[in-house]
């Protein structure tokens, strides 16, 4: 694909998010399973993942996008982390799922409007949990999780990141 082939292919998308705003907000979700030991399963529909454009960018959907794959990574470092912690705290949590969703505006991604952030607007991380703790011990595991979770923690904090290109 070449600029003006990736330019005829987001004009339509470019064109319906001026005129419907909020036709450019997508809410994206990741799940995982809490395994065995301290573990997190995260579903990504392929053993590599391949990263390409949103469809809300021209993709065609058969490839994982970056707000996926961030999702994704959360997901497993929050259910890594709460396993952990509840080993460590002896709270014992039988099954659970985590979810993540996030809600990107591409109208910020594809320069529409500079108004729209580039980015997600918001992320929601939820816990499913069949465990044997009481509310007060559930509140305990959460604030430890967040505390500890590595992704949770790099994106909440805005953490500066530097850019660099070097030749091949």
């Known amino acids: 694909m070449n600029s003006e082939e990736l330019r005829m292919l987001q004009a339509p998308l470019k064109e319906q998010y001026k005129s419907n705003p909020e036709s450019a907000v997508v809410t994206l979700t990741a799940e995982g399973n809490i395994g065995e030991g301290i573990s997190c399963k995260v579903e990504?529909?392929?053993r590599l993942a391949q990263a390409g454009l949103h469809p809300a960018?021209?993709?065609d959907g058969t490839l994982a996008c970056s707000g996926?794959?961030?999702?994704?990574a959360l997901v497993a470092c929050a259910g890594v982390t709460l396993k952990?912690?509840?080993?460590?705290?002896?709270?014992?949590?039988?099954?659970?799922i985590v979810k993540a969703e996030g809600d990107l505006d591409f109208r910020g991604t594809l320069a529409v409007s500079k108004e729209a952030p580039v980015g997600f607007r918001n992320i929601r991380l939820t816990f499913q949990l069949d465990c044997d703790a009481d509310?007060?011990?559930?509140?305990?595991?959460?604030k430890l999780t967040e505390r500890y979770c590595v992704v949770l923690q790099t994106i909440s904090a805005a953490t500066p990141v530097s850019s660099s290109i070097s030749s091949c």
Do not use: F, H, Y
């Open 68 to 72: 996926d794959l961030l999702l994704e």
């Open 44 to 46: 990504t529909g392929q």
């Open 135 to 142: 509310a007060e011990k559930k509140a305990t595991l959460l």
């Open 84 to 96: 952990s912690v509840s080993t460590a705290i002896g709270i014992n949590v039988k099954s659970g």
């Open 57 to 59: 960018t021209g993709g």
